[in-house]
Nanobody, 127 residues
Framework: QVQLVESGGGLVQAGGSLRLSCAAS????????MGWFRQAPGKEREFVSGIDRSGGSTYYADSVKDRFTISRDNAKNTVYLQMNSLKPEDTAAYYC????????????????????WGQGTQVTVSS
């Protein structure tokens, strides 16, 4: 079974950038579609971005479109989230998740469909 470990979070000023990584153990990484979610205190977990098994299809929440980029390297068992032009409202714990279901822009946004989750990494954007 795949285990997920996020890294790359931290404190950054508004307008800055961070790159999150999610490293997966196991030899079946390429069989999983991957998603990034975030959760701020007192709020529900929300979809940020998703990528299919090959990396050919990507999906974004409207709030991060044109600022964030998801990518994956199946040879390195890693999925990335490049976050640019960060805003204070991007402050949250960010989680990566792995999915075995049929992946499309609708299903990708439902956290209940994902099979595996990382422990999260905190992103704090100061104004």
């Amino acid at each position: 079974q795949v285990q997920l470990v996020e890294s790359g979070g931290g404190l950054v000023q508004a307008g800055g950038s961070l790159r999150l990584s999610c490293a997966a153990s196991g030899r079946t990484f390429s069989s999983y579609a991957m998603g990034w979610f975030r959760q701020a205190p007192g709020k529900e977990r929300e979809f940020v971005s998703g990528i299919d098994r090959s990396g050919g299809s990507t999906y974004y929440a409207d709030s991060v479109k044109d600022r964030f980029t998801i990518s994956r390297d199946n040879a390195k068992n890693t999925v990335y989230l490049q976050m640019n032009s960060l805003k204070p409202e991007d402050t949250a714990a960010y989680y990566c998740a792995a999915a075995t279901f049929v992946y499309d822009s609708i299903r990708a946004r439902n956290p209940a469909r994902y099979d595996l989750w990382g422990q999260g990494t905190q992103v704090t954007v100061s104004s």
